[in-house]
Antibody, heavy 116, light 107 residues
Framework: EVQLVESGGGLVQPGGSLRLSCAAS????????MNWVRQAPGKGLEWVSY????????YYADSVKGRFTISRDNAKNSLYLQMNSLRAEDTAVYYC?????????WGQGTLVTVSS | VIWMTQSPSLLSASTGDRVTISCRMS??????LAWYQQKPGKAPELLIY???TLQSGVPSRFSGSGSGTDFTLTISCLQSEDFATYYC?????????FGQGTKVEIK
């Protein structure tokens, strides 16, 4: 069974940093590209970032470019999102999603709240 | 950037109704379109990919059609568990983009 479990969310002050993790199981993690997608409270879905299976190709949404960094550790079956210079508008539930390239499996999400 | 216009944003319907949701692209994407269902407090779930291919385990009352710039999600006979929010998403190019969502509520 494919499982994706996010962690690392929480309350952070504006300008602060946070690192999200996504632990994958039930499939060959190193064979799949991955994404981060977020959803602000009461709002729609927003794609954040993509990383290919070997980390050779990476894309970001303009809204996070230069502040967020996606990475992965295939030996640990884990995906990461380093978030720096956080803003109030980054407040959202962050989901990791497997890429096929469509997003076929999603984690349950982790809430990031940026507030003073 | 490929912009997506999803309509309607809110759809009031009754159990047993046939409902249709539309998704229009700002440029052609062939059939690189997926539809997701999201219930409150839950992650999105994949319903349809490649515009018309049903994901394994998804009931056959869901169907998708279209190619190029115009796409449709149809639920042939609405069930109580189908009241949720639906999103279209293109995976033709980056940045990936989603429609604004359609909330299907009980009439």
């Amino acid at each position: 069974e494919v499982q994706l479990v996010e962690s690392g969310g929480g309350l952070v002050q504006p300008g602060g940093s946070l690192r999200l993790s996504c632990a994958a199981s039930g499939f060959t993690f190193s064979s799949y590209s991955m994404n981060w997608v977020r959803q602000a409270p009461g709002k729609g879905l927003e794609w954040v970032s993509y990383i290919s299976s070997s980390s050779s190709t990476i894309y970001y949404a303009d809204s996070v470019k230069g502040r967020f960094t996606i990475s992965r550790d295939n030996a640990k079956n884990s995906l990461y999102l380093q978030m720096n210079s956080l803003r109030a508008e980054d407040t959202a539930v962050y989901y990791c999603a497997r890429s096929r390239p469509l997003m076929d499996y999603w984690g349950q999400g982790t809430l990031v709240t940026v507030s003073s | 950037v490929i912009w997506m216009t999803q309509s309607p944003s809110l759809l009031s319907a009754s159990t047993g109704d046939r409902v249709t949701i539309s998704c229009r692209m700002s440029q052609g994407i062939s059939s690189y379109l997926a539809w997701y269902q999201q219930k409150p407090g839950k992650a999105p779930e994949l319903l349809i990919y490649a515009a018309s291919t049903l994901q394994s385990g998804v009931p056959s009352r869901f169907s998708g059609s279209g190619s190029g710039t115009d796409f449709t999600l149809t639920i042939s006979c609405l069930q109580s568990e189908d009241f949720a929010t639906y999103y279209c998403q293109q995976y033709y190019s980056f940045p990936r983009t989603f429609g604004q969502g359609t909330k299907v509520e009980i009439k």
